[in-house]
Nanobody, 124 residues
Framework: QVQLVESGGGLVQAGGSLRLSCAAS????????MGWFRQAPGKEREFVCT????????YYADSVKGRFTISRDNAKNTVYLQMNSLKPEDTAVYYCAAKYGSIRYNQQASYNYWGQGTQVTVSS
């Protein structure tokens, strides 16, 4: 069983930056593909980005491409989400998730473990 704990959320002005962290415990972190999802009020949870086991392969939603960067440190069992040039529409609860395989990486149903989420609010 893997436990995931996100941190780093908060309130930031448009154009600002935040760095989210997700610490994993209880499993072999390097064996999981990690992803970030987000859910805005009144909307479905959506895929943000994912990173493969060694960190060499990443994918991003078009809405965040060029602004967000996912990375991982397998020695620290942690995945990060650097968010730059934030927009009000990035306001959401951000969740990290872990899965065993790399297929269907943008589908939340394929992820096996989830964190509790961290709130990101971007003011205009």
């Amino acid at each position: 069983q893997v436990q995931l704990v996100e941190s780093g959320g908060g309130l930031v002005q448009a154009g600002g930056s935040l760095r989210l962290s997700c610490a994993a415990s209880g499993g072999t972190f390097s064996s999981y593909v990690m992803g970030w999802f987000r859910q805005a009020p009144g909307k479905e949870r959506e895929f943000v980005c994912t990173i493969h086991w060694s960190g060499g392969i990443t994918y991003y939603a078009d809405s965040v491409k060029g602004r967000f960067t996912i990375s991982r440190d397998n020695a620290k069992n942690t995945v990060y989400l650097q968010m730059n040039s934030l927009k009000p529409e990035d306001t959401a609860v951000y969740y990290c998730a872990a899965k065993y395989g790399s297929i269907r990486y943008n589908q939340q149903a394929s992820y096996n473990y989830w964190g509790q989420g961290t709130q990101v609010t971007v003011s205009s």
